[in-house]
């Protein structure tokens, strides 16, 4: 089974940065591609990022150009650095684990927070 862990999440002005962490255990972390998600209070959680195994990257329109994902397979982790960051940001951050087309594992998510 595959554990999922995120942290670095918290309160930031808008304009701000933040970087998020995910931490996996529990099976071969670099064969996955590792995407991140959010969802605020009253909306569908939505897609944000993925960096694949083989490390190319993908975003959001809505983060496009603000958010950079990497990951360190010798560290089982992949992090998410957020800058210039905006109140609709505010969310539930998610990483995902897709070991196949029916089996994704989640972490519990690390809340972000961008407010004045």
């Known amino acids: 089974q595959v554990h999922l862990v995120e942290s670095g999440g918290g309160l930031v002005q808008p304009g701000g940065s933040l970087r998020l962490s995910c931490a996996a255990s529990g099976s071969i972390f670099s064969i996955y591609n590792m995407g991140w998600y959010r969802q605020a209070p009253g909306k569908q959680r939505e897609w944000v990022a993925v960096i694949t195994s083989a490390f190319s990257t993908n975003y959001a329109d809505s983060v496009k150009g603000r958010l950079a994902n990497a990951r360190d397979n010798a560290k089982n982790t992949v992090v998410l650095q957020m800058n210039s960051l905006k109140p609709d940001d505010s969310a539930v951050y998610y990483c995902?684990?897709?070991?196949?087309?029916?089996?994704?594992?989640w972490g519990q998510g690390t809340p972000v927070t961008v407010s004045s």
């Open positions: 995902r684990a897709p070991v196949n087309a029916t089996t994704h594992y």
